[in-house]
């Protein structure tokens, strides 16, 4: 069956850098979309990053300039580095692959800014 297995996650000081790494496996890889998605208490789940079969990428506002997703396809593996983290990017990062009517979901990460 499909997996989605995230890593990477953790503690961090604001200011600082995370990389976050989903491992998929139970799919063709090259054929989906991938995605890093975000919760918080209290909000709903939010799309932080994306990036297609053929590489387009697109992001949330809130983080352009900040992350950076990117996938090997090679590895089966998509990534999102994380740079100048704020605490307000407290929260469970989920990898999610499309093809429609597809869609999948890792068990999430914790992120939490805080000094």
């Known amino acids: 069956q499909v997996q989605l297995v995230e890593s990477g996650g953790g503690l961090v000081q604001p200011g600082g850098s995370l990389r976050l790494s989903c491992a998929a496996s139970?799919?063709?890889?090259?054929?989906?979309?991938m995605g890093w998605y975000r919760q918080s208490p209290g909000n709903q789940r939010e799309l932080v990053a994306a990036?297609?079969?053929?590489?387009?990428?697109n992001y949330a506002d809130s983080v352009k300039g900040r992350f950076t997703i990117s996938r090997d396809n090679a590895k089966n593996t998509v990534f999102l580095q994380m740079n100048s983290l704020k605490p307000e990017d407290t929260a469970v990062y989920y990898c999610?692959?499309?093809?429609?009517?597809?869609?999948?979901w890792g068990q999430g990460t914790q992120v939490t800014v805080s000094s």
């Open positions: 999610n692959g499309k093809r429609a009517p597809l869609d999948y």
């Open positions: 139970g799919m063709i890889f090259t054929r989906y979309n």
């Open positions: 990036i297609t079969s053929g590489g387009s990428t």
